[in-house]
């Protein structure tokens, strides 16, 4: 007979199984690469923070205005008719992510996820209260005491008060930032702009100040597919294996030939200031975001050993195998030439883009009248979006040549920047040459006819 497993076996194999995920405490580092990562946060959050607080035209400059459905952009005035530039955009993005990795690997990763941005961040407010790396291990390993629990607390206040201010800028792209700063300071905000500045801040905070690399190494799609855009000329962050092994440690008067040592002093410097705490030794790895901490850490080292840059480096598969780098390549030209198309077509369309919308309705409850002259009278109701920054004077005309047919009423339009108008038309028929239904054009124009939008229609009459 089979005899049953202890239960402490049992729970042994479950600590080993799943274990709990240890935290990873990078130590900060100087260099050329963390500089333009610093200078990547600084570049990034400003442009979000300040955003919302910046005017054009006597409006917010970027303002996503979902009850009106208009939308602001630097002087550009977008409508929902308008969401296939949206479309067009998203694809630019995505095949502009596809050309950059295929080139320089994850430097979107490294240098510009919102993920990395904000988690620089917080772990700086983590560094200002709780102090460099070692202190931060030891301070979490000690009991809890009056000095704990106050940097623990400051930590808090600053993680919160941060994630807060993030999550009231991000509603101020869509709530008009002032409105939404007298709404806070009379405390009579809304529902759903409590909701979106709570949501949102708690996102940052969890993700940034909680789970920081777990994002990147589970939840993150991108590191999955990424291989699929890699080949063997895509810069990747690599250990010169060849060069570096065997590791250990030795005095810098020493010479390593002697010892048999390569120039790796396996002194741990790229691990302990990676974000994601791999061992970039160890090969490429999808945890691997790509942001060359641990480039700057080992050039550090190396400076102190007198020894030659670029152990750890940024180089490619080819390069370290002794060849040299292909960046001109089918995928990349692929890429490039189709993000260029892209551009291109979206700049032009963007700046040849009608700045007037113009639709016709066909009145529903009778397709067709008689007038009190005999006539035939055929209702619409024409709708306008001037979607410039000036107001504009048009005129509505019939554009065919349709026999005995003419326009009742006024026939200019006044509408102005950035306003909707709805404006009922006639159009009247003579009885005898008209029969059944005809097709017709009216035409819109402004005075200098930059404006020259044609829209058909149908006329009806009796058979």
Same mark, same amino acid.
């Not at 931060?136 to 301070?139: E, P």
């Not at 044609?454 to 149908?458: F, G, I, R």
């Given at each position: 007979?089979?005899?049953?497993?202890p239960l402490?076996?049992?729970?042994?194999?479950?600590?080993?199984?799943?274990a709990?995920?240890?935290?990873v405490?990078?130590?900060?580092?100087?260099?050329?690469?963390?500089?333009? @990562?610093?200078?990547?946060?600084?570049?990034l959050?400003?442009?979000?923070?300040?955003?919302?607080?910046?005017?054009?035209?006597?409006?917010?400059?970027?303002?996503?205005?979902?009850p009106?459905?208009?939308?602001?952009?630097?002087g550009?005035?977008?409508?929902?008719?308008d969401?296939?530039?949206?479309?067009?955009?998203?694809v630019?993005?995505?095949?502009?992510?596809?050309?950059?990795?295929?080139l320089?690997?994850?430097i979107? %990763?490294?240098?510009a996820?919102?993920q990395?941005?904000?988690?620089?961040?917080?772990l700086?407010?983590?560094?200002?209260?709780e102090?460099?790396?070692?202190q931060?291990?030891?301070?979490d390993?000690a009991?809890?005491?009056?000095?704990?629990?106050?940097?623990?607390?400051?930590?808090?206040?600053?993680?919160i008060?941060?994630?807060?201010?993030t999550?009231?800028?991000?509603?101020?792209?869509?709530t008009?930032?002032?409105?939404?700063?007298?709404?806070?300071?009379?405390?009579?905000?809304?529902?759903?702009?409590?909701?979106?500045?709570?949501?949102?801040?708690?996102? !940052?905070?969890?993700?940034?100040g909680?789970m @920081?690399?777990?994002? %990147?190494?589970?939840? %993150?799609?991108?590191?999955?597919?990424q291989?699929?855009?890699?080949?063997?000329?895509?810069l990747?962050?690599s250990?010169?294996?060849?060069?570096?092994?065997?590791?250990?440690?030795?005095?810098?008067?020493?010479?390593?030939?002697?010892?048999?040592?390569?120039?790796?002093?396996?002194?741990?410097?790229?691990?302990?200031?990676?974000?994601?705490?791999?061992?970039?030794?160890?090969?490429?790895?999808?945890?691997?975001?790509?942001?060359?901490?641990?480039?700057?850490? %080992?050039?550090?080292?190396?400076?102190?050993?007198?020894?030659?840059?670029?152990?750890?480096?940024?180089? !490619?598969?080819?390069?370290?195998?002794?060849?040299?780098?292909?960046?001109v390549?089918?995928?990349?030209?692929?890429?490039g030439?189709?993000?260029?198309?892209?551009?291109?077509?979206?700049?032009?369309?963007?700046?040849?883009?009608?700045?007037?919308?113009?639709?016709?309705?066909?009145? @529903?409850?009778?397709?067709?009248?008689?007038?009190?002259?005999?006539?035939?009278?055929?209702g619409? !109701?024409?709708?306008?979006?001037?979607?410039?920054?000036?107001?504009?004077?048009?005129?509505?005309?019939?554009?065919?040549?349709?026999?005995?047919?003419?326009i009742?009423?006024?026939?200019?339009?006044?509408?102005?920047?950035?306003?909707?108008?709805?404006?009922?038309?006639?159009?009247?028929g003579?009885?005898?040459?008209?029969?059944?239904?005809h097709?017709?054009?009216?035409?819109?124009?402004?005075?200098?006819?930059s404006?020259h939008i044609?829209?058909?229609?149908?006329f009806?009459?009796?058979?």
């Open positions: 007979m089979n005899k049953p497993i402490a076996v049992i729970q042994d194999a479950g600590d080993s199984l799943y709990a995920q240890q935290k405490y990078p130590r900060e580092v100087d260099g050329s690469f963390s500089n333009l @990562r610093l200078a990547a946060v600084f570049v959050l400003g442009l979000f923070y300040l955003g919302p607080w910046l005017r054009w035209a006597g409006h917010q400059a970027i303002l996503f205005d979902l009106a459905r208009k939308f602001y952009v630097f550009l005035t977008f409508w929902p008719q969401f296939f530039w949206l479309t067009c955009l998203l630019i993005a995505g095949i502009s992510l596809f050309f950059f990795t295929a320089a690997g994850r979107w %990763c490294g240098y996820c919102p990395t941005v904000w988690t620089e961040v917080f700086w407010l983590e560094r200002v209260t102090g460099r790396r070692n931060r291990i030891k301070l390993a009991p809890w005491t009056r000095e704990k629990i106050l940097r623990k607390g400051a930590k808090q206040f600053l993680w008060t941060f994630a807060l201010w999550g009231f800028t991000f509603v101020g792209f869509f008009p930032i002032t409105e939404l700063c007298r709404g806070v300071l009379a405390m009579s905000l809304g529902g759903w702009e409590v909701f979106w500045i709570v949501f949102y801040g708690f996102a !940052t905070y969890g993700n940034a909680y @920081r690399e777990q994002v %990147c190494k589970y939840m %993150c799609p991108y590191a999955r597919f291989s699929a855009m890699f080949d063997h000329d895509t990747i962050v250990y010169d294996e060849q060069r570096g092994e065997a590791r250990g440690a030795r005095r810098k008067s020493v010479d390593p030939k002697v010892l048999g040592l390569g120039d790796c002093v396996d002194c741990q410097a790229c691990v302990q200031v990676c974000p994601t705490g791999i061992d970039i030794r160890d090969g490429l790895q999808i945890e691997c975001i790509a942001c060359a901490a641990c480039v700057d850490a %080992c050039d550090t080292v190396m400076d102190k050993m007198g020894y030659a840059r670029g152990l750890v480096r940024y180089t !490619t598969e080819n390069m370290l195998a002794g060849g040299r780098r292909r960046i390549r089918p995928r990349t030209l692929i890429y030439a189709l993000l260029a198309f892209l551009i291109s077509a979206f700049a032009w369309g963007i700046t040849h883009r009608a700045p007037l919308i113009f639709d016709v309705l066909h009145d @529903r409850n009778a397709l067709y009248r008689e007038a009190a002259d005999g006539g035939i009278e055929n619409y !109701t024409l709708k306008l979006a001037n979607k410039s920054d000036q107001a504009q004077q048009l005129r509505v005309e019939i554009a065919d040549a349709t026999p005995s047919l003419r009742i009423g006024k026939t200019s339009i006044e509408i102005g920047a950035g306003q909707v108008a709805n404006r009922p038309l006639t159009l009247l003579d009885r005898e040459l008209l029969k059944g239904m097709h017709v054009k009216l035409l819109v124009r402004n005075e200098d006819d404006i044609e829209q058909k229609t149908q009806f009459a009796p058979e």
